[in-house]
């Protein structure tokens, strides 16, 4: 029954069953063999107790269509809530009826009925309820408690802080843009509401991730952002700071903050910094709020996460967020999103934003309650929040607030809307300022005298005031330096190798209980050997770096597609029992040090800037996201462009992520070939991240290790290979682990003088060294790309000073690969001649036989 009702035609089930019962062929056959098979007919009740049910029921599913929470649109009468499908009229309203728990009495009149269903479900709230848990929310509704005075007074306070700030700004600051939340002001009382109710049920920490429209608003009204901070960065004649790193825009900058709940209860705070790319830091959030609930647990960290209107809508990586919500290693215990719904994108009406009802209907894909509310209501908003912190705390579930509000400006201080929307911001024009209305509201009931309110309005001026007189203070500061790389060699890396013999074992051991796979087993079984006398493949010599390391008591997180096997079958970091299917992770019982590896979702851009939050919060950790191709890495360019390139640089945030993007040329076509190089060597810049591509075994061992040693952690991306994965040469002992570091540059120790020098890098030396004839060719393989290792590099110019001949050769297109970046690197260091493929738009050739044409003139040139 219950889920019958829950359907969205539920109106017309009573009719349906009648017509039923007078004659089942009357009906589809869906619906007749239905109606059969569940006997519905000895228990649908027909009476008047099953009318007022179905009525109640369609109050709790359609009554927000009716509800007061546009400014600018009349609610209008709803179908499904017309009494006549309910088998009752207007001559009923006096007659007595059960309740059905509607009110606290066991009956009352449907006049009383309706007036309760009309104020619980069609004035300033409208609730959309989803799931299992539908009938136990729409209870906690039932129960919600009334605003005390003492509460409406602190939103009143709240009110006059969110508008006197913005219009302070717009006096002191003409035209400069802020992205004004005037016309939202609500959402500071909902936002400090959240946090303070949130503190009474456990929460002790929140991580916020918004856009630009009210960014200053929340900084200084909710984080605590001293206002002579905000204003500094209006003056023209601001000095960035040190901490400010090159700068961004101040509606971009993150910040962490401490407040007080009026409980006393301390809460730790941090707005995520982002770009203008909207919803991106989406997953930032999730990615650091989870990192934090690894000390603690889901209820004690919140995730907040405030949207306008047409970005929810629009933006794939709300919804690429949202499908990590409730999968192991990503889920967070439930996020609060508020969407700032001003019904407008920059100049685009709703219409033109979305082919959906509501903003907020991304969430009924995910059985997300929604709760409509009227910005202009500040009652209502707050206790809009109060309820979707009590849902997220006992349902662990998201929860959407449609915060109907309005944009008092155009897209910025300085956009003029009424070329585009010249009716609504007419009627924008006439509208009275919320706090003062509110405040009108709470003088007329006796809340607060008008003298009251008129000293609270003062006092808030004079702050403001004031802290224009600190800003001169701000404007003398130590300017930011980039930080410059530092070209030494690396530390040895190597592990004793009886330690590394045993942790090998523990890392290929597993119980006796398990049924494994034969071919697990026997891939098992070689690695085995490799710590005897077999050399160590690249799935092994992974597998040896992170037991080293979680040895060494750092945390491990690896999270791809696909990734505890590996795509190429060359992992295998879990065994899976071929009875049970459950997974065995031997790594995990290395050590106390915690180990995590998740196959993704089939997401780059979401779940790279889930592991880019993450690794914010493990500092001493190793965190790698693998794409499952590098060619799909651009899936996230906007994550790699935006953050992980530059937000050291803008923001001070150094995230020590690493990024394993499998690369190499092999004639699988333009899709399967290239994690484009030249996009990372060119993002690269002041020391922003390291970039390698490695020849053998032991270098990404010691690279690893070397990369959790680093006392300036930054952004590792690497490389990887796919052919070499089991390829002979390219394979280590097990000693070069045991001793040495990571080379930035491998010589050629089997030239012998040499009459060409060939400078680099990946697989294609392998290619090189098959077709190379004699020993008067040095082949030097350059491991690290970025930052460029000029010591090395200019050690070896100087020991091969007599070869005129100096070449670069790649595998990839001339336009592509690391040619640009080597070519300018060295231009003052020597003339040096490409060979490889010819510039091409695409990046590799589809058909094999066109591939290994390719591949054999420009070795021939290269070499002859």
Not at 134 to 147: R, S, V
Not at 322 to 339: D, K, P, R
């Amino acid at each position: 029954m219950y889920k019958i009702i829950m359907l969205p035609n539920l109106v017309y089930i009573e009719k349906l069953y009648r017509s039923f019962c007078d004659n089942p062929d009357s009906v589809d056959p869906t619906w007749r063999s239905f109606f059969h098979g569940m006997e519905l007919g000895a228990d649908f009740k027909s009476d008047s107790t099953s009318s007022i049910e179905l009525l109640i029921r369609a109050y709790q599913l359609f009554g927000h269509l009716k509800a007061r929470i546009n400014l600018f649109e009349e609610p209008q009468e709803i179908e499904q809530l017309k009494l006549e499908n309910y088998g009752l009229s207007a001559s009923d309203l006096s007659k007595t009826f059960a309740t059905s728990g509607v009110l606290d009495q066991e009956t009352a009149s449907l006049k009383e009925i309706l007036s309760a269903l009309e104020t619980r479900y069609c004035q300033s709230v409208g609730y959309e309820l989803f799931g299992e848990h539908a009938e136990e929310m729409a209870q906690m509704i039932k129960t919600m408690p009334f605003l005390q005075v003492d509460e409406q007074k602190r939103i009143l306070h709240e009110l006059n802080r969110a508008e006197m700030f913005e219009n302070f700004l717009h006096m002191k600051y003409t035209g400069q843009k802020r992205f004004s939340l005037e016309g939202g002001e609500a959402l500071i009382p909902m936002m400090l509401e959240l946090l303070f109710s949130g503190s009474d049920q456990g929460v002790s920490a929140a991580v916020i991730g918004m856009a630009h429209r009210g960014r200053l608003n929340v900084l200084a009204n909710v984080l605590g952002k001293p206002y002579a901070s905000i204003y500094a960065e209006f003056d023209p004649e601001y000095v960035p700071q040190e901490g400010d790193g090159s700068g961004d825009v101040k509606y971009h900058k993150g910040y962490d903050a401490s407040i007080k709940a009026p409980s006393g209860k301390e809460i730790a705070l941090r707005l995520a910094a982002n770009p203008s790319h909207l919803e991106a830091v989406n997953p930032v959030v999730e990615g650091f709020a989870y990192g934090l609930q690894q000390a603690s647990d889901h209820k004690s960290v919140l995730p907040i996460l405030i949207h306008g209107d047409a970005a929810v809508a629009g933006q794939g990586i709300v919804y690429e967020t949202m499908q990590l919500s409730n999968i192991e290693g990503y889920a967070t215990g439930g996020t609060i999103h508020i969407v700032i719904n001003n019904q407008i994108g920059f100049t685009a009406l709703p219409k033109e934003s979305r082919s959906t009802r509501y903003c907020t209907d991304i969430a009924k894909a995910f059985d997300s309650p929604v709760i409509h509310v009227n910005g202009e209501d500040p009652d209502s908003c707050v206790q809009a929040v109060r309820l979707a912190m009590a849902f997220r705390q006992t349902f662990g579930c998201d929860v959407f607030i449609d915060l109907n509000c309005y944009r008092k400006y155009g897209h910025n201080e300085g956009d003029e809307p009424a070329f585009t929307q010249p009716v609504m911001y007419e009627k924008i024009k006439a509208q009275e300022k919320l706090r003062i209305s509110y405040r009108n509201a709470l003088i007329s009931k006796g809340v607060l005298s008008e003298a009251e309110a008129q000293g609270m309005e003062e006092s808030f001026k004079s702050e403001l005031e004031a802290a224009l007189h600190e800003v001169e203070k701000l404007k003398v500061g130590r300017e930011y330096q980039c930080p410059v790389p530092e070209d030494k060699p690396y530390p040895d890396t190597g592990i004793e190798k009886s330690l590394l013999i045993d942790l090998g074992k523990k890392a290929l051991s597993y119980p006796d209980s398990v049924h494994i796979q034969p071919k697990v087993k026997r891939i098992l079984d070689e690695r085995a050997k490799m710590l005897v006398d077999a050399p160590v493949d690249w799935g092994m010599a992974e597998i040896l770096a992170y037991a080293s390391i979680l040895n060494e008591g750092h945390p491990i997180r690896i999270s791809g597609q696909d990734s505890i096997r590996g795509t190429f079958s060359h992992r295998h970091a879990g065994i899976t029992d071929s009875k049970t299917q459950e997974r065995y992770i031997p790594l995990q019982h290395i050590s106390d040090a915690r180990f995590q590896i998740y196959n993704s979702p089939l997401s780059e851009y979401a779940v790279l800037l889930f592991e880019y939050g993450y690794s914010l919060t493990q500092p001493n950790g190793l965190n790698i996201w693998e794409a499952q191709f590098g060619d799909f890495a651009n899936g996230a360019q906007i994550a790699i462009d935006q953050f992980i390139a530059t937000s050291e640089q803008k923001w001070r945030e150094i995230a020590p992520l690493t990024l394993l993007l499998p690369h190499g040329y092999e004639g699988q076509g333009p899709e399967h070939s290239s994690a484009r190089i030249e996009r990372f060597l060119q993002l690269a810049s002041n020391h922003s991240m390291i970039i390698c591509n490695n020849s053998n075994t032991a270098q990404v061992f010691h690279l690893l290790r070397s990369h959790i040693h680093s006392a300036e952690r930054r952004p590792l991306i690497i490389f990887t290979p796919k052919a070499l994965l089991r390829y002979g040469p390219s394979l280590s002992n097990l000693d070069a682990f045991c001793s040495g570091s990571y080379q930035k540059v491998i010589d050629d120790s089997s030239a012998q003088n040499p009459k060409r020098l060939i400078f680099c890098s990946g697989k294609v030396y392998y290619d090189l060294l098959e077709a190379r004839e004699g020993t008067d060719i040095a082949l030097v393989r350059i491991e690290q790309l970025y930052p460029f290792p000029y010591a090395d590099i200019k050690a070896l110019l100087a020991k091969y000073k007599g070869v005129k001949q100096v070449y670069w050769v790649q595998e990839e297109h001339q336009n592509m690969g690391a040619w640009a970046h080597v070519h300018f690197s060295l231009s003052g260091l020597c003339d040096i001649r490409y060979f490889g493929r010819p510039k091409s738009a695409s990046p590799a050739a589809g058909f094999p036989t066109l591939h290994q044409r390719e591949l054999k003139t420009f070795l021939k040139e290269a070499l002859s």
